[in-house]
């Protein structure tokens, strides 16, 4: 049920996963990022077509940037927390100190009720 992310388990004594997730840093490795890619480059080609993965997209990162450097598209620009601009996108794993979110989530990688990783759009609104 947890797979590929058995080592978030936690027991019954916290909660599970589910109640570990208010008290430790479950994703540390940030291996839902593979995921969490994976889905949001699948929505940019369905919702704005195969051209909009290869825009020259400004990421945040929150979490292991080892990571995601991995899976980012060649044209996409990363943005550290922290670092000043305007982001198109936020992507993360749970249990990293980040800024609060501001935008909607696109992506959630879940298991058992707990937030792994995430990708939120902080584009405007399109009218």
Known sequence: ??????????????????GAQRLFELDYWSTSLREVYAEL???LRTR???A???RPW??????A??????YIEKEWQPLWIGESGKADFEIGSSGHACPPPQGPLMVEVR????????ARDLRPPHP
């Open 1 to 18: 049920r947890l797979h590929p992310y058995e080592y978030v388990e936690y027991n019954r004594a916290v909660g599970g996963v589910a």
């Open 58 to 63: 400004r990421i945040r990162f929150c979490g």
């Open 111 to 118: 298991r058992d009720g707990a937030l792994l990783g995430y």
């Open 65 to 70: 940037p080892e990571v995601s450097l991995y």
């Open 48 to 50: 704005e077509g195969e």
């Open 52 to 54: 909009a993965l290869h």
């Open 41 to 43: 480059k699948q929505q």
